[in-house]
């Protein structure tokens, strides 16, 4: 196919079949996010390679692998955002949000770049909403924020997504642990990837997160973070679990997780799922306590976590968790000649500013190939307005659904009226059929 006509490796087209799905993915996690007090923070879309090098870390399969960095027209070097954290957090130190009331609570939604090799749930460019919580340093915001994402998998209709936590301890327990992984696979190193190498001189860490099926297979045996934790890292780990049991939130410990970013401490968390084949992660996040700092904000703790829109999507999919319908068409007005297609713009502009979806002819076709039309988006009322209806000031809305028609006057109010009623009567109806199943449940 024609190179103009195929879209780069890795990035979809969202069509407008399916549109209404991310539409409601989007309306639940935002809804969410600000029922817990966030707002919404935009960035740019690129920022300054520097930024990701410092903010994401030099040693990460992003910053390694998978950025797409250029030069601009200013030889400056650009990279499209691979992920949200570092933007978000040097919008928040460059526009004063760190010094104003505390804590930072904010939410991102919009596309990051990665390059990676496409597969399923595996894109060039996929879409992240996440959130960022900065201020406190205990394990309540850390649990505020898995709460978060937790009642965003439920709202969702979610099943088996579990919640994997882990603590990768502080800057003083850190120091030894990575000490005991280095001598570990140090032994190994023959067997070790060449960026693993490269990493076990920097951040050995890293290794437990390598994609490569022999670095993964040696990291199985290596020494676990858990029993380097210093006291204050323990205790801490045990508060985190007991408010996230006091949440009624089931989570599973899980100590190979070490996250991408290199700047994480103490609680890392993941959103896991065995259903997306190899892409398993829905989500993830934790504690970043050095970070704004580190970007050259105030000493400031924060804790985030980022999902992966189109992992969820293709997850409610998959499990079939239900979708709300696609805004449907209330009448579909079916004109015959100029004047009747008048008529209908009219009417149609006036249902619409009462909240009503409505439609007409633009292509000039006959009777049959509009009901065919209004058949096919589902329309719940058609209206046929030809000479006849235009001179008897009255036409026939007909249910599409039960057949049934009813004379309708041609003036917006008539026609608004039979419309406000006929809604009434569908309420009604189904308030009457959800009451006549909860008594045969109840029998
Ligand atoms: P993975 O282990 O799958 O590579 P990751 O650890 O690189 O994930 P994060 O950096 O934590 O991912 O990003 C948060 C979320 O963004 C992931 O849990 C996932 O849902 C989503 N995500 C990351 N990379 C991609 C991608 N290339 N395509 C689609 N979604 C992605
Ligand atoms: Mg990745």
């Given at each position: 196919?024609?190179?103009?006509?195929?879209?780069?490796?890795?990035?979809?087209?969202?069509?407008?079949?399916?549109?209404?799905?991310?539409?409601?993915?989007?309306?639940v996690v935002?809804e969410e996010?600000?029922k817990?007090?966030?707002?919404?923070?935009?960035?740019?879309?690129?920022?300054?390679?520097?930024?990701?090098?410092?903010?994401?870390?030099?040693?990460?399969?992003?910053?390694?692998?998978?950025?797409?960095?250029?030069?601009?027209?200013?030889?400056?070097?650009?990279?499209?955002?691979?992920?949200?954290?570092?933007?978000?957090?040097?919008?928040?130190?460059?526009?004063?949000?760190?010094?104003?009331?505390?804590?930072?609570?904010?939410?991102?939604?919009?596309?990051?770049?990665?390059?990676?090799?496409?597969?399923?749930?595996?894109?060039?460019?996929?879409?992240?909403?996440?959130?960022?919580?900065?201020?406190?340093?205990?394990?309540?915001?850390?649990?505020?924020?898995m709460s978060l994402g937790v009642r965003i998998l439920r709202r969702l209709g979610l099943q088996n997504v579990s919640l994997?936590?882990?603590?990768?301890?502080?800057?003083?327990?850190?120091?030894?642990?990575?000490?005991?992984?280095?001598?570990?696979?140090?032994?190994?190193?023959?067997?070790?990837?060449?960026?693993?190498?490269?990493?076990?001189?920097?951040?050995?860490?890293?290794?437990?997160?390598?994609?490569?099926?022999?670095?993964?297979?040696?990291?199985?045996?290596?020494?676990?973070?858990?029993?380097?934790?210093?006291?204050?890292?323990?205790?801490?780990?045990?508060?985190?679990?007991?408010?996230?049991?006091?949440l009624q939130i089931p989570?599973?410990?899980?100590?190979?997780?070490?996250?991408?970013?290199?700047?994480?401490?103490?609680?890392?968390?993941?959103f896991?799922?065995?259903?997306?084949?190899?892409?398993?992660?829905v989500?993830?996040?934790?504690?970043?306590?050095?970070?704004?700092?580190?970007?050259?904000?105030?000493?400031?703790?924060?804790?985030?976590?980022?999902m992966?829109?189109?992992?969820l999507?293709?997850l409610m999919?998959?499990q079939?968790a239900p979708?709300?319908?696609?805004?449907?068409?209330?009448?579909?007005?079916?004109?015959?000649?100029?004047?009747?297609?008048?008529?209908?713009?009219?009417?149609?502009?006036?249902?619409?500013?009462?909240?009503?979806?409505?439609?007409?002819?633009?292509?000039?076709?006959?009777?049959?190939?509009?009901?065919?039309?209004?058949?096919?988006?589902?329309?719940?009322?058609?209206?046929?307005?030809?000479?006849?209806?235009?001179?008897?000031?009255?036409?026939?809305?007909?249910?599409?659904?039960?057949?049934?028609?009813?004379?309708?006057?041609?003036?917006?109010?008539?026609?608004?009226?039979?419309?406000?009623?006929?809604?009434?009567?569908?309420?009604?109806?189904?308030?009457?059929?959800?009451?006549?199943?909860?008594?045969?449940?109840?029998?």
């Amino acid at each position: 196919m024609a190179i103009i006509t195929t879209k780069p490796k890795g990035t979809q087209d969202l069509l407008p079949a399916d549109s209404h799905k991310w539409q409601f993915v989007e309306s639940v996690v935002t809804e969410e996010a600000k029922k817990s007090g966030f707002s919404m923070l935009r960035t740019p879309m690129f920022e300054h390679t520097e930024l990701f090098l410092r903010g994401v870390g030099d040693t990460t399969d992003i910053v390694n692998k998978e950025m797409y960095t250029f030069l601009d027209k200013g030889d400056r070097s650009i990279t499209l955002r691979p992920e949200g954290t570092a933007g978000a957090l040097r919008a928040a130190i460059e526009n004063g949000l760190v010094h104003e009331a505390l804590p930072v609570r904010i939410y991102y939604l919009g596309p990051c770049f990665r390059y990676e090799k496409p597969q399923a749930g595996r894109f060039r460019q996929f879409h992240q909403f996440g959130v960022e919580l900065l201020g406190p340093a205990g394990y309540a915001a850390d649990c505020e924020t898995m709460s978060l994402g937790v009642r965003i998998l439920r709202r969702l209709g979610l099943q088996n997504v579990s919640l994997q936590i882990n603590s990768i301890g502080c800057k003083n327990c850190r120091a030894d642990y990575q000490a005991a992984l280095v001598a570990y696979f140090d032994q190994h190193k023959d067997q070790l990837c060449e960026t693993c190498i490269e990493r076990l001189g920097k951040n050995p860490m890293r290794i437990l997160d390598c994609k490569c099926p022999t670095c993964q297979a040696l990291a199985k045996d290596a020494p676990t973070n858990l029993e380097y934790l210093c006291d204050d890292c323990k205790t801490e780990f045990e508060h985190v679990k007991s408010q996230l049991q006091a949440l009624q939130i089931p989570y599973v410990i899980n100590e190979r997780i070490v996250r991408g970013l290199d700047y994480y401490t103490r609680t890392v968390f993941e959103f896991v799922t065995g259903e997306l084949g190899a892409q398993s992660a829905v989500g993830g996040g934790g504690r970043y306590n050095g970070l704004v700092a580190d970007l050259g904000g105030p000493d400031l703790p924060g804790v985030g976590f980022a999902m992966g829109m189109e992992r969820l999507v293709m997850l409610m999919e998959k499990q079939n968790a239900p979708f709300p319908e696609k805004e449907v068409c209330e009448v579909c007005f079916i004109p015959m000649g100029e004047q009747a297609v008048q008529k209908s713009a009219v009417l149609a502009a006036r249902l619409r500013e009462e909240g009503f979806a409505a439609e007409y002819d633009l292509m000039g076709r006959s009777v049959k190939a509009q009901m065919k039309y209004a058949n096919r988006i589902g329309a719940k009322y058609t209206l046929v307005l030809g000479d006849n209806e235009l001179a008897a000031g009255q036409a026939n809305l007909k249910d599409m659904a039960g057949g049934e028609e009813t004379a309708v006057p041609l003036t917006e109010e008539g026609l608004l009226e039979v419309l406000y009623q006929k809604n009434i009567d569908r309420m009604f109806g189904d308030i009457a059929e959800a009451a006549e199943q909860m008594n045969s449940q109840g029998e």
